[in-house]
Nanobody, 122 residues
Framework: QAQLVESGGDSVQAGGSLRLSCAAS????????MGWFRQAPGKERERVTC????????YYTDSVKGRFTISQDNAKNTVYLQMNTLKLEDTAMYYC???????????????WGQGTQVTVSS
């Protein structure tokens, strides 16, 4: 049974940085698609970024382009989300997800972590 465990969420001031981690077990991140989603209160879960390790392609939602970077460490079977220049609107619960393609629909991902909270304040 695959398991994804996120960590790294915290409260930071606007303009700050955080790095989220997603450690996988029972699942090989280097052979599949890994994505990060976020959900703010009262809003739908949205795809932030995904990485297709087979093709090497990555996707970023427009609001995070140039600020967020997805990466992976195959030896640690872990995916990261480096978040720089954080904004108030980045406040959300962030989830790691694993799937077969970089779908925007969260319902098309096979495995999810429990989430890690990111709070950005002024």
């Amino acid at each position: 049974q695959a398991q994804l465990v996120e960590s790294g969420g915290d409260s930071v001031q606007a303009g700050g940085s955080l790095r989220l981690s997603c450690a996988a077990s029972g699942y090989t991140v280097s052979s599949n698609v890994m994505g990060w989603f976020r959900q703010a209160p009262g809003k739908e879960r949205e795809r932030v970024t995904c990485m297709d390790t087979g093709s090497g392609n990555t996707y970023y939602t427009d609001s995070v382009k140039g600020r967020f970077t997805i990466s992976q460490d195959n030896a640690k079977n872990t995916v990261y989300l480096q978040m720089n220049t954080l904004k108030l609107e980045d406040t959300a619960m962030y989830y790691c997800a694993a799937g077969r393609l970089c779908f925007s629909n969260p319902g098309q991902y096979d495995y999810w972590g429990q989430g890690t909270q990111v709070t950005v304040s002024s």
